[in-house]
């Protein structure tokens, strides 16, 4: 450590009065520094508040955190006390070896000279002059990591005479460790955010791209079905057709949601009953659901499985062209999300059997949503209508890692 030893013929200052009480001061702040430390995420408040309490532990009116500046080889006063506001982010000190601050960053040796105005080992830079500081103390704000190198200087200074002893280096050089670790936190912390929104960009993109390909698949279904006369190749298609566009609302809601890999299901169905609803005539297609964030693994099957039941109430509950109502609603509970689609329709046929091995394509379809949903579905007849409903799962089970 670079101390500077008493000029001969100058006596030494006082003892403090109460040397006691001024370290355990030191320790308190230390420890409250490091509380802060701890839950603060903004570097220019930590940086200030780190300069204020070690102003206060040493009794110096002046402090300041100097951050180095590679391009410019400077040290840049980032936070301080004591100094004018228009210096705080506009000051520099010299990073070379015959700075005080310079060659406590270049070497990482504690920096401790009590006169300045007699220093021979360092120039007195500018600044401190211009404020008449006689002593001051630096120590290096070390980020411990390979790459970035330190961050800067943690410095303490004082017009006023006296002495800054080892034990004084010692709280300063804790504060700097404090202050390094959280600096090296939150550039983590910065560099993790960036990382994770410059994925979200790329998952949006990706989402957005798939809604515009699926799009083009449903325009050549649509294409294809307009010049097909057979009406049963006609409605395999039209119903292909409904598929793919369901799959393409999800992901639209995707790209455009806040949450990545997260979808709004209620939005999402009214969103969808509303397209459906457009494509028919006669039939008018309600949708109440709460506004529930689910998995966009879930949302898929679930807009598939409306779409289904849905459909098949419009082809075979009411005769071509209505008149007939579907209502779709959805509830959520903690745990729970409960699907119901009725009409007031025909109702179901006598011989109807969700269990049955010989199934219509859109009840095999139905019922594999339901497995893959894990839930558990149920239909039954009303007093007009029917009523499909199905109880699932709100949140996406944890996959068993067993091989058995």
Known sequence: MQ??????????????????????????????????????????????????????GLDAPFCKALEFLHDRRVLLMRAGVGWRPEEIGQATLGADLESPAGFAFQTGQPVLSNHLT??????????????????????????????????????????DPGDFDEDDVTFLYGCARILGAAIERNRSDTKLQKAVER?????????????NSLGVVSG????????????????????????VLTIAHVHNHLWQGERIGEVNIGEFLRELCKSLGGSVEGVT???????????????IPVGLMVNELVTNAVKYAFDP?????????????????????????????????????????????????ARQLQGELQAENLPRGCRFSLVFPRHKPEQDGSDG
């Open 199 to 211: 994925q979200a960009m790329l998952m949006r993109e990706m989402s957005h791209r798939i809604k």
């Open 285 to 299: 297609i309600g949708c109440e659901a709460d506004d529930v964030v689910i998995d966009a693994d879930f949302a």
């Open 118 to 159: 007699e220093e021979t080992r360092f120039r007195t830079p500018t600044l401190l002059a211009a404020y008449g500081i006689r002593r001051a103390v630096n120590v290096l704000i070390d980020l411990g990591g390979k790459n970035d190198g330190p961050f800067g200087v943690l410095e303490v200074d004082s017009p």
């Open 3 to 56: 101390i500077e030893e008493t000029p001969a013929g100058v006596p030494d200052e006082p003892v403090r009065r109460d040397e006691l009480a001024y370290r355990l001061k030191q320790q308190r702040l230390l420890a409250e520094f490091g509380r802060m430390a701890l839950r603060e995420s903004d570097l220019p408040a930590l940086l200030q508040r780190a300069t204020e309490l070690c102003a206060d």
């Open 321 to 369: 062209g209505g008149p007939g109502a579907v209502a779709v609603r959805l509830t959520a509970s903690e745990q729970e999300l409960s699907l119901r689609v009725e009409d007031d329709g025909r109702g179901l046929p006598p011989e109807f059997d969700l269990n049955a091995s010989r199934k219509s394509f859109g009840i095999r379809v139905i019922t594999s949503l």
């Open 220 to 243: 050549l279904l649509r294409i294809n079905a307009s010049n097909v006369a057979d009406p049963a190749a006609k409605a395999l298609l039209q119903d292909a057709e409904n598929r």
